[in-house]
Every structure is written in structure tokens, then in C-alpha cells.
């Protein structure tokens, strides 16, 4: 069983910053590829970040260096900081684990709940 609880999503100004967290219970948590997604009403969901268990890491382009995925295998915890922060950021954003990085949702079969993240301009 692999369950994922994300959180650390809020209203926050532009230019601001968050911190989400996704908590994984799973067997060989190191093994997984992690990523966050995210999606905003009326839109598709898309792949934000990920890292390989090899702690390999790909962003999407809109990232554009303001993002920062990582992880932390001795407390099952992956992490997306999230800097300089813009309102076309404003979406769900859900944390997801699968057997290998993929750019596409159907690649990854666990999922967080969901955490909101609001930004005002």
C-alpha cells in the first residue's frame, strides 16, 4: 500500500515563496520516482518537477529556475519549493509516485490529495 499526503499550500502574494511537502508510506520509498503536478481550473494537469531515486531531477520549462524539487529518503519526504511566484502559478498542485520519471500523469499510479496554492498579484 502507498499512500502520499501532501500539504504546505496557502494564499500568498506575488513574488512570494512556499514550501509543499508530500509525506510517502511505502516500501522503498528511495526507489520511487517522485514528481508534482499540477492543475488549474479549466486546464490540463501538468508535470511540474521530479526526481529519479537516483536524486536526478527534471523541471518543466515554465519553471524557469524558481522551483526546487527534493527529497529526503530517511523521512519519506519529498519537497517543492517554490520561489518568486507568479499568479499563473495559482493551481492544485498534487505530489505523485510511480517506477520511473515520466513527463506524463498516467505514469505515475499513487497520488497525493492535493494541496491549493493561491497566488495574488
Known amino acids: 500500500q502507498v499512500q502520499l499526503v501532501d500539504t504546505g499550500g496557502g494564499l500568498v502574494q506575488a513574488g512570494g515563496s512556499l514550501r509543499l511537502s508530500c509525506v510517502v508510506t511505502a516500501r522503498a520509498f528511495s526507489n520511487y520516482a517522485m514528481a508534482w503536478f499540477r492543475q488549474a481550473p479549466e486546464k490540463e494537469r501538468e508535470l511540474v518537477a521530479a526526481?529519479?531515486?537516483?536524486?536526478?531531477?527534471y523541471y518543466a520549462d515554465f519553471v524557469q529556475g524558481r522551483f526546487t524539487i527534493s527529497k529526503d529518503n530517511a523521512k519519506n519526504t519529498v519537497y517543492l519549493q517554490m520561489n518568486s511566484l507568479q499568479p499563473e502559478d495559482t493551481a492544485v498542485y498534487y505530489c505523485?509516485?510511480?517506477?520511473?520519471?515520466?513527463?506524463?500523469?498516467?505514469?505515475?499510479?499513487?497520488w497525493g490529495q492535493g494541496t491549493q496554492v493561491t497566488v495574488s498579484s
Open positions: 505523485a509516485a510511480g517506477p520511473t520519471l515520466r513527463t506524463d500523469s498516467s505514469g505515475y499510479p499513487y
Open positions: 526526481i529519479m531515486w537516483s536524486a536526478s531531477t
